[in-house]
């Protein structure tokens, strides 16, 4: 989850209060607030953030373009699952675009106008929601195809049609999630942000409403899922349900690792801006540190996405090897030697499909 904008306050290095001029010397100016320095939380994002969205944005470019590029040119459209993951790895290659600005906009002043800032907001927002909301139709796709197999086969005819119509509702869903950032969002301090200085009230709504549909109902969605197709796996006696678990459980350790440190520091963030703020500069500062890292790490889900999604299936990996041949990135005496072999060992899981346990 996930662009923290409590950076992009109009209080960016220091926090100065006004003070009138009171001509009395015996006034006590203990009553008035300290400075609060956020000068060594600047230089550190001067270094960290460049560096590490440097390593999400190639890496997440490269996994995405792959999935895509593999999709389209082996037309592997086939299943519900593969129309969501093509769409899934659109939204991450959307959202990996957008980070060279973010990274900019973090370290120095913003100076592509009001309506490139707003246009970013909305490919954020809009990438974050598709790319959650896939994320809880995959759940539930394989949830179907799983634990209600019989049914699931029934309607196999009809799926790939309604998963594209779905897919098409995702993203307009999540545009619509997106437009209340696309409406308060402005240049404000020289910095791209949703925010202003005199409107708290609606930093915290747009939080709240980001760790509610972002991050808290893609979470239960999931949970419910993977736990019924877990269970259902536990009962079968397939030589692939072990294979199948460890699948099933990378998938939620991927997002919990990537989703849960940031969504805590945000909803405390959240519950410390509708309190009113603190006067704790230490307590600020080191929640401005956190805000940061546990970011970095929530992006990493774009890079990640790709391997435990779809690069787990015995076909797209296959596909994959093939289109790398196909560009001259690989040898054919490789090509055999990485497929043939793995491919006698692995014949029976080896479908038209994706791995059929794969989530």
């Known amino acids: 989850g996930q662009f923290h904008e409590e950076h992009f306050s109009i209080c960016e290095d220091y926090c100065i209060p006004f003070y009138p001029d009171y001509s009395t010397s015996d006034f006590n100016y203990e009553s008035f607030p300290e400075l609060c320095v956020k000068q060594s939380n600047r230089e550190f994002r001067l270094w960290f953030i460049p560096s590490f969205y440097s390593i999400i944005f190639f890496l997440g470019l490269t996994g995405n373009l792959l999935v895509i590029l593999t999709s389209i040119s082996f037309k592997r459209l086939k299943t519900m699952t593969d129309v969501y993951l093509l769409n899934l790895s659109f939204a991450d290659l959307l959202f990996t675009l957008s980070l060279p600005f973010w990274a900019a906009n973090s370290v120095v002043e913003w100076v592509l106008g009001e309506l490139v800032c707003k246009a970013m907001h909305v490919v954020y927002k809009v990438s974050f929601y598709s ?40 993203w307009i869903t999540a545009f619509i999630f997106s437009t209340p950032e696309m409406k308060y969002t402005v240049v404000n301090n020289n ?9 708290d009230q609606l930093r915290v709504s747009l939080q709240a409403s980001q760790i509610v549909l972002g991050f808290a109902i893609p979470l239960l969605v999931m949970s419910v899922c993977y736990s019924s197709i877990i269970k259902t796996l536990c009962q079968a006696r397939s030589f692939e349900r072990n294979k199948a678990i460890k699948v099933i459980l990378a998938v939620v350790i991927v997002f919990l690792v990537c989703q849960v440190p940031y969504n805590l520091v945000l909803f405390w963030s959240t519950v410390i801006t ?33 391997f435990v999604y779809a ?24 090509f055999y030697r990485y497929t043939c072999g793995r491919r006698r060992s692995s014949a029976a899981t080896d479908t038209e499909t994706t791995t059929t346990f794969s989530p």
């Open 191 to 199: 910095t791209c942000t949703p925010f202003t200085s005199d409107n």
């Open 131 to 170: 790319s959650m909301l896939l994320l809880c139709s995959i759940s539930v796709d394989r949830y179907f195809a799983i634990s209600k197999a019989v049914s699931a086969h029934r309607h196999r005819a009809q799926a790939v049609f309604w998963s594209k119509v779905s897919a098409a509702l995702i």
């Open 274 to 306: 509708a309190e009113g703020g603190t006067n704790n500069c230490n307590y600020e500062n080191s929640l401005l540190y956190a805000t940061d890292i546990t970011q970095c790490v929530a992006f990493f889900r774009c890079c990640l996405n790709p």
């Open 311 to 334: 690069f787990v299936g015995v076909k797209f990996r296959h596909d994959l090897l093939k289109l790398l041949k196909d560009f001259g990135c690989m040898s054919q005496q490789r």
